[in-house]
């Protein structure tokens, strides 16, 4: 139980850098869109909340305010601090890095975009 308590605290501390770790969480907050065609959703002071799972090369995506989420999106890491989209059919640009997170992101017909800080 220690042992967890001590990963989840060194997991979300704001200074991390998801393309570093092992395992990452954190919330970063600013403005978010979602665009399916019908639906507009559009808020200055919405969330995502990422989480880096197991493989070590996959993130998921939590939007806020009724937005649906991005699962499973898979980086490769080139480089120091910089990490490249693998094996999509989407349009991407996603970076995130202990500060910010930008995404501009399609797939069918559907885009996410989100602009925030930790």
């Known amino acids: 139980?220690?042992?967890?308590?001590?990963?989840?605290?060194?997991?979300?501390?704001?200074?991390?850098?998801?393309?570093?770790?092992d395992f990452f969480a954190g919330t970063y907050k600013g403005t978010i869109s979602y665009n399916n065609g019908s639906e507009m959703i559009s808020k200055d002071n919405g969330s995502v909340f990422v989480t880096k799972i197991a493989s070590g090369t996959k993130y998921n995506f939590r939007f806020s305010d009724g937005i649906p989420d991005l699962n499973g999106v898979?980086?490769?890491?080139?480089?120091?601090?910089?990490?490249?989209?693998?094996g999509s059919t989407?349009?991407?640009?996603?970076?995130?890095?202990?500060n910010t997170l930008k995404i501009a992101y399609t797939k069918d017909g559907k885009i996410w975009t989100a602009n925030g800080t930790r």
Do not use: H, Q, W
Not at 11 to 18: E, H, Y
Not at 90 to 98: C, E, K, L, W
């Open 90 to 98: 989407a349009t991407a640009y996603i970076r995130i890095d202990s």
């Open 1 to 21: 139980m220690i042992i967890f308590s001590m990963f989840a605290v060194s997991a979300c501390r704001s200074d991390d850098d998801p393309v570093d770790n």
């Open 74 to 86: 898979e980086f490769k890491k080139e480089g120091d601090n910089v990490l490249v989209m693998v």
